[in-house]
């Protein structure tokens, strides 16, 4: 069903072109993040905060079952591409509807270029590379991504600083095209595509879940769920402690998690997917802690490096996990299936997290707290579930 190439060279053009795009797509979106909390505010709707990341992360979990199905039907190139697209036109429409309700809709039509993009992305990664150097590819293509997330509330910070918010929305898009150029060039690897058609979009009940990736899908969830909070509430803890660029915080996110990835991926491979998450998540639950404590940028700052490291060894780490795990002829759907789990995490984390935190500084240790909780559950969970401890590869 796979192309699969007979050189011994596993890092090969195609897979660098691959990580290229995924940094310029991650960077499309995520320049956006630090600046939608105030942008929100200003339009009068600060009471919708949570759900920046929520109706984001929402639409991306209900397109992951078609995103897998047509991965693993249509192809993989075609699936990242559409993931690209949205990010373009969505970018270009922020400055156009200006009011809550279209400012609300336009974050629920995002959400899917995460849907796709990242399940193409991980499903044409999976065929190119050997299982034995699988976590280790992963957390290339983490690296990549990271790059990205990282540049990108930077570059978007310093945009919306010296010019305008609508520049920002426009560099965004031509992030978004520019991965899609690269992706033009990407040789597709699935050798019996089939053509779209309507009927690609019908899901049978076997679409929708891979019940062989059931152990790291529930790992993810409970994970995740720090993530969504995070990315909701550290807008407003930099403004709080007095941060006055709030993309610093995701950037030191993401360079602490960029710093880890390789090192995680590739102990994965060696050490077990599992022993790897069971340091991961108990550094979540750290990371939280620390960042519901703190009280000055400083503190925030490793509260917030910790929870990157901690990101950085759990992400490649399930993704990989996921991967041996699915039917050879149905990555797509064990990969969408991953996503589901950590999109219904994001989205929770993020909901929740804006609910309880309720413009209110007083609440934000309980709303880190209650992710630091989650974590743990997690990590218990690995310890003491015989299913998960015999899945050690």
Not at 214 to 217: A, D, E, F, R, S
């Given at each position: 069903m796979i192309k699969t190439s007979s050189s011994t060279k596993i890092y090969t053009t195609q897979f660098w072109l691959v990580c290229l795009s995924a940094a310029l797509f991650f960077a499309s979106f995520n320049m956006l993040i630090p600046e939608l909390s105030a942008y929100l505010t200003s339009l009068g709707g600060g009471e919708y905060k949570g759900l920046i990341i929520a109706l984001f992360t929402c639409t991306a979990l209900l397109s992951r079952p078609f995103s897998g199905k047509l991965a693993d039907t249509v192809g993989r190139v075609p699936v990242m591409m559409f993931g690209g697209v949205v990010c373009i036109i969505c970018s270009l429409l922020y400055p156009l509807l200006t009011s809550v309700s279209g400012f609300l809709l336009l974050r629920l039509m995002h959400g899917f270029s995460t849907g796709f993009t990242p399940t193409g992305l991980t499903a044409y990664l999976?065929?190119?590379?050997?299982?034995?150097?699988r976590g280790e590819a992963m957390g290339m293509l983490?690296?990549?991504?990271?790059?990205?997330?990282?540049?990108?509330?930077?570059i978007g910070g310093v945009i919306a600083n010296q010019f305008s918010l609508n520049s920002l929305f426009y560099t965004s898009s031509l992030f978004g095209f520019i991965s899609i150029i690269i992706l033009l060039s990407i040789k597709e690897t699935l050798s019996n595509k089939k053509q779209f058609s309507r009927t690609s979009l019908k899901l049978k009940q076997k679409d929708l879940f891979e019940p062989l990736v059931?152990?790291?899908?529930i790992i993810m969830l409970l994970s995740?769920?720090?993530y969504g909070a995070a990315f909701t509430l550290l807008p407003d803890l930099g403004d709080y402690?007095?941060?006055?660029?709030?993309?610093?915080?995701?950037t030191f996110l993401t360079v602490a998690s960029l710093a880890v990835r390789l090192i995680a991926g590739k102990a994965s491979d060696h050490f077990g997917r599992a022993n790897i998450l069971k340091v991961s998540t108990m550094l979540i639950a750290l990371g939280m802690l620390v960042i519901g404590l703190g009280s000055t940028p400083a503190h925030i700052m490793i509260g917030v490096s910790i929870y990157g490291m901690a990101q950085g060894m759990t992400s490649p780490t399930l993704f990989a996990w996921a991967t041996d795990l699915s039917d050879e002829n149905f990555k797509g759907r064990g990969i969408s299936?991953?996503?589901i789990f950590m999109e219904a995490g994001i989205g929770i984390g993020a909901l929740c997290s804006g609910f309880i935190y309720a413009n209110n500084p007083k609440n934000l240790f309980l709303s880190f707290a209650i992710c630091s909780s989650f974590s743990v559950v997690a990590f218990l969970y690995l310890m003491f579930v015989k299913r998960a401890e015999k899945i050690t590869i």
């Open positions: 999976s065929d190119i590379i050997p299982a034995h150097k983490g690296t990549a991504g990271s790059v990205g997330m990282a540049a990108g509330p930077a059931l152990v790291p899908c995740a769920y720090a402690v007095g941060i006055k660029n709030k993309g610093l915080l995701f299936s991953l996503y």
